[in-house]
């Protein structure tokens, strides 16, 4: 519950971020307008969340269903390990999406040093703050995913 939670929020924040404002390079005013579908590091970190939120909240429809029945929330060692091959496939999309959004919200804090690029996040502080959390709450989601992976193994190991 608590992987689908942080994924959800990973979404939202990313699918909020966008703004308008002006940059002065040289003198010149220029208007500049982000959001999140501009990259396509977002749009993968999106993607990856939203299939993240699919997979946790079917795993969590499954345990409530089998719960409410009384019957075993892992009924056998097929189950099992497909529940860890998902969340270890999932833990690893997820290192992935946030890695390669750091990437370009770290070239979007600093510039690039060498040519007249500004630091995009002074004029745009609000859409950098919607995707520096949003990361965030991906690797939560990342590390969430793989603590999942390892009470998987070690209910594996006991059956």
Known sequence: MLC????????S??????????????????PVYSKWSFSESFEYLVGVSAAVVVHSLLQ???TLSRLLRNSPVIPSRN????????????????????????GVTNLNRTGIRHTALPNF?????????HVAASIVFT???CVLLATSAILDVIWLSKY
């Open 4 to 11: 689908l939670l942080t994924s959800v929020t990973a979404v």
């Open 121 to 129: 996040c002074k004029p745009l502080h609000s859409f950098c703050d």
């Open 60 to 62: 969590l429809l499954i």
């Open 79 to 102: 189950h099992a390990w497909l529940i860890f091959a998902g969340d270890q496939a999932f833990a690893y999309a997820m290192l992935s999406a946030g890695s390669a959004a750091s």
């Open 13 to 30: 924040f990313m699918a909020t971020a966008k703004q308008a404002a002006t940059i002065s390079i040289y003198g010149f005013q220029l």
């Open 139 to 141: 690797f939560i989601s």
